[in-house]
C-alpha cells in the first residue's frame, strides 16, 4: 500500500529565513505527487504537483519542490519565508488517477 | 468558475442523530472525493464517487456511513447516528478525468 511520511510534525523558522519540508513515499512505481497548504480553519489548496518530466517543479507563493527517484523524496523548499506561510503543509501521492494518500502534515511557524 | 462548495461549513449533532453533508463540485468536474480529517492528523481518503456510481469506497466505514453523487444536484455524505468519533472535518474534492483534484472549505461535525 502506498504510504506518505513527513518526518517533521512542527518547524519554526524566521521570517526571511530558508525553508525545506521532507517528504517521502513509499510506492512502487512513480506516482503523481503534490503539495497542499491548509491554513487554520480553511480547506487545501494546491501548492504544486508533479506528474512526470522535470523533476524540479515549481508553484504558486514562491515554492518549489524536487522529486528524487533514488530517494522517494519529494521536498518542498522555499528561498525566502514570510509570515503569511505560516500553515500546515501536506505532501500527498496518487499512484494514478486515484485518490490520494496524505501525510500527517508539517505545521510551519514563522518568527519575526 | 466557483470553486468547490460544501455546506454546512459547521454542523452540530447529539449522539444518535443523523448528519447530512453537501458538496457541490466545480463546474465540468464529473469525479468526487470524499476527506475526512481527524485533529492533529492528515487527510484520509473515505469514498470516490463519479456521477451515479460509487467507485472507491475502502475508506469508508462499513456502517452508518453511505454516500452519493446523483445525476442532478450535489453529492451527500450522510453519517447516522453519529457518536463522538465522528467529529472531524469533513473535506470534499472534486476533479476533471485528470487527477489534479480541488478542495472545498470543509464541514466540521462536532457530535455532543
Known amino acids: 500500500a502506498q504510504s506518505v511520511t513527513q518526518p517533521d510534525i512542527h518547524i519554526t523558522v524566521s521570517e526571511g529565513a530558508s525553508l525545506e519540508l521532507r517528504c517521502n513515499y513509499s510506492?512502487?512505481?512513480?506516482?503523481?505527487l503534490f503539495w497542499y497548504v491548509q491554513s487554520p480553519g480553511q480547506g487545501l489548496q494546491l501548492l504544486l504537483k508533479y506528474f512526470s518530466g522535470d523533476t524540479l517543479v515549481q508553484g504558486i507563493k514562491g515554492f518549489e519542490a524536487e522529486f528524487k527517484r533514488s530517494q522517494s523524496s519529494f521536498n518542498l523548499r522555499k528561498p525566502s519565508v514570510h509570515w503569511s506561510d505560516a500553515a500546515e503543509y501536506f505532501c500527498?501521492?496518487?499512484?494514478?488517477?486515484?485518490?490520494?494518500?496524505f501525510g500527517k502534515g508539517t505545521r510551519l511557524s514563522v518568527i519575526a | 468558475n466557483a470553486g468547490v462548495m460544501q455546506n454546512p461549513r459547521h454542523l452540530v449533532r447529539r449522539r444518535g442523530q443523523e448528519a447530512r453533508l453537501r458538496c457541490s463540485p466545480m463546474?465540468?468536474?464529473?469525479?468526487v472525493y470524499w476527506y475526512r480529517q481527524l485533529p492533529e492528523e492528515g487527510l484520509k481518503f473515505m469514498v470516490y464517487?463519479?456521477?451515479?456510481?460509487?467507485?472507491?469506497e475502502s475508506g469508508m466505514p462499513k456502517e452508518r456511513f453511505s454516500a452519493e453523487f446523483p445525476k442532478e444536484g450535489p453529492s451527500i455524505l450522510r453519517i447516522q447516528q453519529v457518536v463522538r468519533g465522528d467529529s472531524a472535518a469533513y473535506f470534499c474534492a472534486s476533479s476533471p478525468p485528470s487527477n489534479e483534484q480541488f478542495f472545498g472549505p470543509g464541514t466540521r461535525l462536532t457530535v455532543l
Open positions: 510506492y512502487g512505481a512513480t506516482p503523481y
Open positions: 463546474k465540468g468536474h464529473s469525479h
Open positions: 464517487l463519479q456521477k451515479e456510481n460509487i467507485i472507491d
Open positions: 500527498a501521492v496518487a499512484p494514478g488517477n486515484t485518490p490520494l494518500v
